[in-house]
């Protein structure tokens, strides 16, 4: 059984007005695990490099020891753009100058028991903020600018690739 989570319309305007884009397809075989659907549902993935003059930012999640791109599922009534900015200011404290979608990524889960495939929206962003401040009720412990990536962001397939697609823009 596949899942399948688009952001229909609009992934139809983002399309007609960036066609320069080629939609990156990524699959990851999760062998024997299970997958978990109890998460409220989405229209799709947004993930940010943001930049400014002191760097990259990059989020640790409360759940997690490694440093990450800032990234959070589409609200089902959300617009891509303003869960942009959103998300740049709950998990990094962060106003934007500018955003730009850099890339469009169709990522597929295979688990055991099902496959879940979601739209990710990769934007290249711009910010004159100097440092980092995370809400503290969005699930991000800390958030701060890096000169040099870490390299288990990089190890990531799809962050390697953001940090790629957003290298040009």
């Given amino acids: 059984m596949l899942i399948e989570l688009p952001a229909a319309d609009e992934i139809d305007g983002l399309a007609m007005?960036?066609?320069q884009l080629e939609v990156r397809k990524l699959e990851f075989d999760l062998g024997k695990a299970k997958a978990d659907l109890n998460y409220p549902p989405c229209k799709g993935q947004v993930v940010l490099v943001i930049r400014s003059e002191h760097g990259i930012s990059l989020v640790k999640r409360d759940t997690d020891k490694e440093w990450s791109l800032p990234c959070d599922r589409i609200g089902p009534t959300e617009d891509v753009g303003k869960s942009v900015k959103r998300?740049?200011?709950d998990q990094c404290g962060v106003m934007l100058r500018s955003a730009e979608l850099a890339g469009i990524y169709d990522v597929v889960w295979h688990y055991s028991d099902v496959s879940v495939k979601r739209l990710h929206f990769v934007y290249a962003a711009m910010t004159d903020d100097h440092r980092c401040s995370p809400s503290k009720d969005k699930g991000v412990s800390e958030a701060k600018f890096f000169k040099e990536i870490p390299h288990g962001v990089q190890d990531d397939e799809i962050q390697?690739?953001?940090?790629?697609?957003?290298?040009?823009?």
């Fill in 17 to 19: 007005t960036t066609p």
């Fill in 87 to 89: 998300v740049a200011k």
């Fill in 160 to 169: 390697k690739f953001a940090l790629i697609d957003c290298s040009a823009k």
